[in-house]
């Protein structure tokens, strides 16, 4: 099986290593030998060992009729939507770690899989090298899911983190993301999280079938949790994290991402530093607890070279395929019960006439079960920072 890899960045490289490296082994899994023909990338790599592969023309691939699948590991829903789209159309199997891409394009790039009789895979795109999407699509297929929700990005995590252990700003420990090359030099994506928002919409549209749009998906970052914050649910026995979840209920599903208190009884408790982890739990399944690294080059690419060798095992045949068009109106999370932390500066803390813990500037307390509309009408005299318990 002859295969093309498009973008040669970290994870682009990660897979023609492990293809290459891994060599018998694939052969033995897929039945047939896997060969990267041609590594496609703007760039020059003079030097690298697998420079012979490359070119900057992508019609080089789609002419090829050798390369039967294409790997998308450029990034972004430009060029990488244009090209995969193209590979697909003309009957070539598709390989995706794009998060972005398939949130936005999945529906579309599914059907021409479905079509066409071949695969459009993209377990690498949520999780990393954490087994999540095929789970969901094939090992749940006996349960209904009531529920996901995970730490689904490793740089927000690790911030949460080291402001937990270390005391620190969210600004310290931003800075510190980029220098070790957790954070982007623009961190919005992580920080505000629409990196969560759409892998958490991805997982939705597997779990239920139809298509759970990122952009209705209520999303809000870490920028604004302070060490305060942390320390206070510290108080309370909890830690702060950033949560993807949908909750599939009989009045709609609710999906939402922000950061949320998280008590040690649940298994997200203690998930730390750049480790992902995806709770998700079915009626006659239980719960589930997926675990492991969510981002970096070669557990990435591991999951990648996954996908390789399910389309190679399954030639003619498509293996997913794919959530129905139909768009699902989601329900608003405002009105979904739960308990919340109540933030609010410490001069009014005896106005609150609660009990309150207090930290430096900052007071807290949590309110029993109620909606996110009714705690903040109650307590808008405290123009208070509300973050719910997960
Ligand atoms: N920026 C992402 C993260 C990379 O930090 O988890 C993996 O999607």
Redesign the pocket.
Known sequence: MKIAVLGYGNIGNGVVRIVDELSAELKARAGEKIEVKYVLDLRDFPGDPYESLLTHDVNDILNDPEVTLVVETMGGTGAAYKFVKAALEVGKSAVS?N?ALVAKYGSELLAIAREKKINFQFEA????AIPIIRPLYACMTGTRINKIAGI???????MLTKMDKEGLDYAEVLKEAQRLG???ADPT??VEGF??CR?IAILSSIACGKFVDFEDIPTTGITNVTKEDISLAKEFGMSIKLIGYSDFTDEGIVSEVAPKLVAPESPLYAVSD?F?AIMVSGDMSGDLMFYGS???KLP?ASAVVADIVECAKNAGRTVYEGWADEKVSLVSPKSRESRFFVRFDASLAAKAGIDVKICGGSAAFITGPTTYDACEAKYKDLSPVIIGLL
Request: aromatic fraction near 8%.
């Open positions: 770690s998060k795109s949520v999780g990393g689904m990005n490793g740089t927000t995590n690790y957790y954070a982007e994506a992580d990196d969560t892998k750049v992902n969510g981002a970096g990435t």
